[in-house]
């Protein structure tokens, strides 16, 4: 055993936030939603995210939210300092993306890092601006700036500390593929807010503000199954299971488009998919999935989002009341959406489908084509440009 070995330290800031940022930050996908979700808390109505290199070389994330006080910006980069909870009870009633005060100094400490922002003073339209620099972990600059309102967030060569993090990342197109889909996911349960994505100076994706849920899908997903989406909306025993769900003759054989919600926040939840797939069941195969979207909302106290540093996995206290909750409100739109009386499926527009239509019939597996791939927004593998318009 080594001499340093034998006494216990409290860890150097730096190496703290750099061990945070293992669990928060993994690749460019989860700094976009970190930083995304900040100012989608800061109240932004419109958000530009701007990637280069697949996020690795740098991101931006630019808002025009409320904004942080100039004598509060070097706490922002601070761990364990969030001005969205200050006690436990807070804890039982999230109402925001972030409370684990974690997010920004993970990744200052982890690349070339930079917050400007601007804060309204308390004559009207008057904001002073700062902004404070960190270079993996270090605070290398605090100073004035000139913002007009809001706040940039810039992450520049992420991971440029941590070569063992960065042999992990995969190819650009990838990453930022992955980048995309994290966005998408939040523009789908916040469909006020307008958000951009770049990469580059190239504008790949526009979700304008105030589109509804099936306007921002049809920027997603192919046309047919827009088309074919139902929506529900029920409530059973104070719990809220509201969304569209495609009818079943467009299924498909892989799972990720079904995007589930809790309380606005998007989580990976086995009993969630299985109230999905349960209220299909009969209508599809085994191996084929639906295509749903589903917001759950309920008592912030019924449902725990401290399980994870990512808050992508949530705990409910009462499943089975959840589970049939979403099960009952997605088997409604299915069988309302089936007009027994002369066997037709009706779309979303309520006119007929014609089911000896080639296009609506039960298809073989690879029908679609390209549409069959599972994807939820796909990009060709080469670098994504704006003429891309039929990305999806
Ligand atoms: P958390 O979101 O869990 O509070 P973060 O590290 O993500 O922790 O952010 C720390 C704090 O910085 C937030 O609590 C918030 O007060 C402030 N902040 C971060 N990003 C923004 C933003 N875009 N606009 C306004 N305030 C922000
Ligand atoms: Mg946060």
């Not at 006080?69 to 804890?91: C, F, G, P, W």
Request: charged share 25%.
């Amino acid at each position: 055993m080594s001499e340093n070995m034998r006494h216990i330290r409290l860890l150097p800031p730096e190496l703290r936030n750099q061990i945070a940022a293992g669990e928060v930050v993994d690749r460019p996908a989860s700094v976009l939603k970190e930083l995304v979700e900040n100012s989608l808390d800061a109240g932004a109505t419109q958000i530009d995210v701007r990637l280069e290199n697949g996020g690795q070389s740098r991101i931006s994330v630019q808002d025009d939210g409320c904004g942080i006080a100039a004598d509060e910006l070097e706490l922002a980069v601070t761990r364990h300092a969030t001005s969205k909870i200050s006690s436990l009870d807070d804890l039982e009633h999230i109402h925001s993306y972030g409370f684990r005060g974690e997010a920004l100094p993970s990744i200052a400490s982890v690349s070339h890092f930079a917050i400007t922002s601007a804060h309204a003073g308390p004559q009207q339209g008057q904001a002073t601006a700062h902004r404070v620099e960190v270079e993996h972990g270090r605070l290398t600059a605090s100073v004035p700036a000139a913002l007009h309102k809001g706040t940039l967030v810039d992450v520049r060569d992420l991971f440029s500390n941590i070569p063992a993090r960065l042999k992990f990342l995969k190819s650009p197109s990838t990453e930022f593929k992955r980048a995309q889909d994290w966005l998408a996911r939040l523009a789908l349960a916040q469909t006020a807010v307008g958000l951009r994505l770049w990469a580059g100076e190239r504008e790949i994706v526009h979700f304008l503000p105030g589109q509804n849920l099936a306007a921002r899908l049809a920027l997603l997903w192919p046309r047919l199954i827009v088309d074919a989406l139902r929506p529900f909306d029920a409530t059973h025993h104070g719990i809220r299971a509201h969304g569209l769900a495609a009818l079943p003759n467009v299924s498909q054989p892989r799972g990720n488009r079904i995007l589930l919600y809790v309380n606005g926040r998007a989580v990976m939840d086995k009993r969630l998919l299985a109230a999905v797939r349960e209220a299909y069941k009969g209508r599809l195969t085994s191996r084929d999935y639906p295509q749903v979207v589903l917001f759950v909302e309920m008592d912030t106290a019924e449902v725990d989002v401290n399980v994870h540093p990512a808050k992508s996995e949530v705990r409910f206290r009462d499943e089975a009341a959840v589970f049939s909750a979403v099960l009952h409100a997605v088997q409604k739109a299915l069988i309302t959406s089936y007009d027994v009386a002369d066997g037709q499926w009706q779309n979303t527009t309520g006119k007929a489908v014609d089911t000896q239509d080639p296009v609506h019939r039960v298809r073989p597996q690879g029908f679609w084509g390209r549409l069959d791939a599972p994807r939820l927004m796909d990009i060709p593998d080469s670098q994504p440009t704006a003429q891309d318009s039929d990305w999806r």
